[in-house]
């Protein structure tokens, strides 16, 4: 029902800051949970930050907390990660969830999922 794009992501140095996309499909998009996790190298799937399907609510990470961002704009079918503050540990593939997940923070609580956008961070 729903299929999700990923982009904003790149290399950076340590203390800068990125602005993912998440581009969804059609307009159901409105109707949905929206969530980011990401993934290190041989890590697990990480939780990041959630929000409703208003934008009314949002839920973060205590990793995370205080530098992330969640957003979302709905008549845009877009939701958004704004990250500050950067270090190199969120070096991460970074993915965009859809679902009825809300205030979740497992992945198995969102069924649609983007493929992904890889942010590099430099010391």
């Known amino acids: 029902q729903v299929q999700l794009v990923e982009s904003g992501g790149g290399l950076v140095q340590a203390g800068g800051s990125l602005r993912l996309s998440c581009a969804a499909s059609?307009?159901?998009?409105?109707?949905?949970?929206m969530a980011w996790f990401r993934q290190a190298p041989g890590e697990q799937r990480e939780f990041v930050a959630a929000?409703?399907?208003?934008?009314?609510?949002?839920v973060y990470a205590d990793s995370v907390k205080g530098r992330f961002t969640i957003s979302r704009d709905n008549p845009k079918n877009t939701g958004y990660l704004q990250i500050d503050s950067l270090k190199p540990e969120d070096t991460a593939v970074y993915y965009c969830?859809?679902?009825?997940?809300?205030?979740?923070?497992?992945?198995?609580?969102?069924?649609?999922w983007g493929q992904g956008t890889q942010v590099t961070v430099s010391s």
């Open positions: 969830a859809a679902g009825f997940g809300w205030p979740s923070m497992k992945p198995e609580s969102y069924n649609y």
């Open positions: 059609g307009r159901t998009f409105k109707n949905y949970d």
């Open positions: 929000i409703i399907r208003s934008g009314g609510g949002t």
